[in-house]
């Protein structure tokens, strides 16, 4: 995973953005994988794809996921702050 600066808002956004988007991707291409018009689908396939459809959702979870805490975390900072100048 390549380096992802999250100091500004909209970076943040953006990367949760990059994550979404590699997600649904992901899933699409697992699904296209599943449609096999004149074979089926065998119980192999289905399995592997289950498989894969968890990493990219753990995928998913970590890469959109630290942003957000990052988010929380400035928003804690923030309303510390607001409390401290009273």
Do not use: F, N
């Amino acid at each position: 995973m390549a380096d992802v600066s999250l100091d500004q808002a909209s970076e943040r956004i953006t990367a949760v953005e990059t994550a979404a988007t590699e997600y649904v991707e992901s899933l699409e291409s697992i699904r296209d994988e599943l449609d096999v018009e004149e074979t089926g689908t065998t119980l192999g396939t289905m399995v592997a794809a289950q498989i894969k459809m968890t990493e990219t959702e753990t995928q998913y979870m970590v890469k959109a996921g630290i942003p957000k805490k990052v988010s929380a975390a400035v928003q804690g900072a923030a309303q510390e702050v607001k409390k401290a100048a009273g």
